[in-house]
């Protein structure tokens, strides 16, 4: 299986500050990388596919960058409603779809 | 809307079983791939199983393969995920999600229900 690597695993932030999540995969997986926000007793939801694709509906200071093994989620000015779980998920190696450990970001 | 409505869960003893449900509406449910995904207490998302849009393809992680059976009633609109032999280690909130298919050749998950509560526990 294709192993994701999510870093950090938890970050403190403040409001308006720039933020970035990285990815990184044991295999070449192109561009089949995604990205999903988790609130608290909530289900995922997804803000970027196709590593750089965004959801239609989610705000334009999520950005994804990134290919082959490398990938960042790139919030550009954390907003209140930013602090969440986000997990990267790859899709190359199907179906075998594997998620990264996630990224916790918490209020400074 | 697109709707994804779980249902099934509970208490249940190791080694017994259990049958979720994932109703669907608001969409042609019989065009989409479906999944099952979980998340045990605290823990990270785990991928769990797949069918295909017409049932004619099912895939497992290998956690829950040869005790979990993945299944879909098209006529109906309906997920279901069968699970025997249960572990503590399945205790888990399970969630089934919709698979969007890209121009691009890429997929992700793009509607998931609200989640289950299964607990296995003696």
């Known amino acids: 299986d294709i192993q994701t690597t999510q870093s950090p695993s938890s970050l403190s932030a403040s409001v308006g500050d720039r933020v970035i999540i990285t990815c990184r995969t044991s295999q070449n997986i192109n561009n089949y990388l995604n990205w999903y926000q988790q609130k608290p007793g909530k289900a995922p939801k997804v803000l970027i596919y196709?590593?750089?694709t965004l959801q239609t509906g989610v705000p334009s200071r999520f950005s994804g960058s990134g290919s082959g093994t490398d990938f960042t989620l790139t919030i550009s000015s954390l907003q209140p409603e930013d602090f969440a779980v986000y997990y990267c998920?790859?899709?190359?190696?199907?179906?075998?779809?594997?998620f990264g450990q996630g990224t916790k970001v918490e209020i400074k | 809307q697109v709707q994804l409505v779980e249902s099934g869960g509970g208490v249940v003893q190791p080694g017994r079983s259990l049958r979720l449900s994932c109703a669907a509406s608001?969409?042609?449910?019989?065009?989409?791939?479906m999944h099952w995904v979980r998340q045990a207490p605290g823990k990270g998302l785990e991928w769990v199983a797949v069918?295909?849009?017409?049932?004619?393809?099912?895939y497992y992680a290998d956690s829950v393969k040869g005790r979990f059976t993945i299944s879909r009633d098209n006529s109906k609109n309906t997920l279901y995920l069968q699970m025997n032999s249960l572990r503590a280690e399945d205790t888990a909130v399970y969630y089934c999600a919709r698979e969007e298919e890209t121009v691009a050749g890429t997929d992700y998950f793009g509607y998931w229900g609200q989640g289950t509560l299964v607990t296995v526990s003696s």
């Open positions: 608001g969409f042609t449910f019989s065009s989409h791939g």
């Open positions: 998920q790859q899709t190359y190696r199907t179906p075998r779809w594997t």
């Open positions: 069918i295909w849009h017409d049932g004619g393809n099912e």
């Open positions: 196709g590593a750089s």
